[in-house]
């Protein structure tokens, strides 16, 4: 698809919603909905310089496909609390105090109004395998799409074949609206603004907070999940007590703190004891899909595989995954990401059959949501071919791949 094509989508009145796109055609699961260069995108600073700078040289439209000009975004600057409005009212003094482009001024009013814009608009941009945030861009067509918790379409940041950043401050990053599932003609097009591995609780209150609506979609309004989010242990159709529940929950809380604080010290022994005291505690208390768990699953899997003991990983990988699977749309790109961790970690522990089949079904996911060019799936295709590799060496003869991976572990043991 040309970036910038919108042929698939219009522009409608979504109600309570305010503006809404929807689809003008049927499409089909992991189809490219539209592309969008960013209308500016920056290192982190000045994001609003350079939307302003952009406005000047090219006016608020970038191109003929952008549906509607960056200042007619929401901004919601009179939704904001009071502490926040004074923030708000230093940053626009600090600004106009800083900004010097020409001769050309403008109001504090619609400073603030800009800084509102990237508040609620900004999309987060990551370097080309998704591992760590680098910076923030606007995107005007994607800013008119809204919120679901259980969307019909994801986001990816996807770089292609472009030069990743063409000067200091702007990027030639694109995002990629993708259809998790058939869309109908005339349907409208939803993403997730938040991380649907929270209660709906407090996914109604991060939304309110962050983008000020209150979100009525199902799995709000029916608490879809909340049970598995909260879940005790079943151990042989004997569950635990409300009050045990309760009390391994709010220690599970305590350890996760402290488990926090020594990662980001770098004492990975000692997270590695926090996690294990932890998942001890929650043993026969707590199911695999209570949040607390999951948690404790992810950063005890993650400790073990940077200590490369991968046969402990794989069994906490292998949870996680199965704890995201009950959790996540199937087409979920955490789910994608969670089932490719578990892959991997089976496959450096000598499992190989399992590792390929979970690199299989990652691949498949991340085939929809992130698309064949993107830099994590072109890895994971180099992974689903060398495992294929290996497991036919594996039925041909377990000694001989045994022996052979053992000499490889050895080898890089030594470099390492």
Same mark, same amino acid.
């Given at each position: 698809m040309t970036v910038g094509n919108m042929e698939s989508v219009e522009l409608f009145d979504a109600g309570e919603k305010g503006r809404g796109l929807r689809a003008t055609k049927e499409l089909s699961t992991g189809e490219v909905v539209f592309a969008e260069p960013s209308f500016s995108a920056v290192v982190f600073d000045s994001l609003a310089a350079r939307v302003l700078w952009r406005i000047h040289k090219d006016t608020s439209v970038a191109s003929d496909s952008q549906l509607v000009s960056v200042d007619q975004l929401e901004d919601h600057v009179a939704d904001l609390p009071q502490e926040d409005l004074k923030r708000? =009212?230093?940053?626009?003094?600090?600004?106009? /105090?800083?900004?010097?482009?020409?001769?050309?001024?403008?109001? +504090? +009013? %619609?400073?603030?109004?800009?800084?509102?814009?990237?508040? *609620?608009?900004?999309?987060?941009?990551?370097?080309?395998?998704?591992? =760590?945030?680098?910076?923030?861009?606007?995107?005007?067509?994607? *800013?008119?799409?809204?919120h679901d918790c259980?969307?019909?379409?994801?986001?990816?940041?996807?770089?292609?074949? =472009?030069?990743?950043?063409?000067?200091?401050?702007?990027?030639?990053?694109?995002?990629?609206?993708?259809?998790?599932?058939?869309?109908?003609?005339? /349907?409208?097009?939803?993403?997730?603004?938040?991380?649907f591995l929270n209660l709906s609780a407090d996914r109604q209150k991060k939304l309110k907070e962050t983008f000020h609506f209150e979100c009525t979609c199902s799995h709000c309004r029916q608490h879809i999940s909340d049970d598995l989010m909260t879940a005790a242990a079943d151990s042989e159709g004997s569950k635990p007590s409300a009050e045990k529940v309760k009390e391994v929950t709010a220690f599970s809380k305590e350890c996760l703190e402290k488990i926090e604080m020594s990662r980001i010290e770098g004492q990975y022994h000692e997270v590695l004891k926090l996690c294990l005291e932890c998942l001890e505690k929650q043993?026969?208390? &707590?199911?695999?899909?209570?949040?607390?768990?999951?948690?404790?699953?992810?950063? *005890?899997? /993650?400790? &073990?595989?940077?200590?490369?003991?991968?046969?402990?990983?794989?069994? %906490?990988?292998?949870?996680?995954?199965?704890?995201?699977?009950?959790?996540?749309?199937?087409?979920?790109?955490? &789910?994608g990401m969670a089932t490719m961790r578990a892959g991997v970690t089976h496959w450096h522990a000598g499992q190989i059959e399992v590792g390929h089949g979970l690199i299989c079904k990652a691949y498949g996911i991340l085939m929809v949501t992130h698309g064949p060019n993107h830099a994590i799936t072109k890895d994971l295709e180099s992974m689903r071919m060398q495992t294929e590799e290996e497991l036919k060496m594996f039925k041909q003869d377990e000694k001989v791949y045994h022996k052979m991976r053992d000499a490889a572990l050895k080898k890089q043991q030594q470099l390492g």
């Open positions: 708000l =009212q230093t940053d626009v003094h600090s600004f106009q /105090e800083y900004w010097s482009y020409g001769r050309k001024r403008h109001s +504090d +009013d %619609y400073i603030s109004h800009i800084f509102g814009i990237i508040k *609620c608009n900004g999309f987060t941009l990551s370097d080309q395998r998704g591992l =760590q945030a680098v910076g923030v861009g606007l995107f005007p067509n994607l *800013c008119l799409i809204n259980w969307p019909n379409c994801t986001v990816i940041l996807n770089h292609g074949n =472009q030069a990743a950043v063409t000067s200091a401050l702007h990027s030639q990053r694109r995002i990629e609206l993708r259809s998790l599932g058939r869309i109908s003609e005339g /349907e409208e097009l939803t993403v997730s603004y938040v991380d043993e026969n208390v &707590l199911a695999d899909t209570h949040l607390s768990k999951l948690r404790v699953l992810s950063v *005890c899997s /993650e400790v &073990l595989s940077y200590m490369q003991l991968f046969s402990e990983a794989a069994d %906490y990988a292998r949870r996680m995954m199965e704890a995201y699977t009950k959790l996540y749309h199937s087409n979920n790109a955490q &789910l």
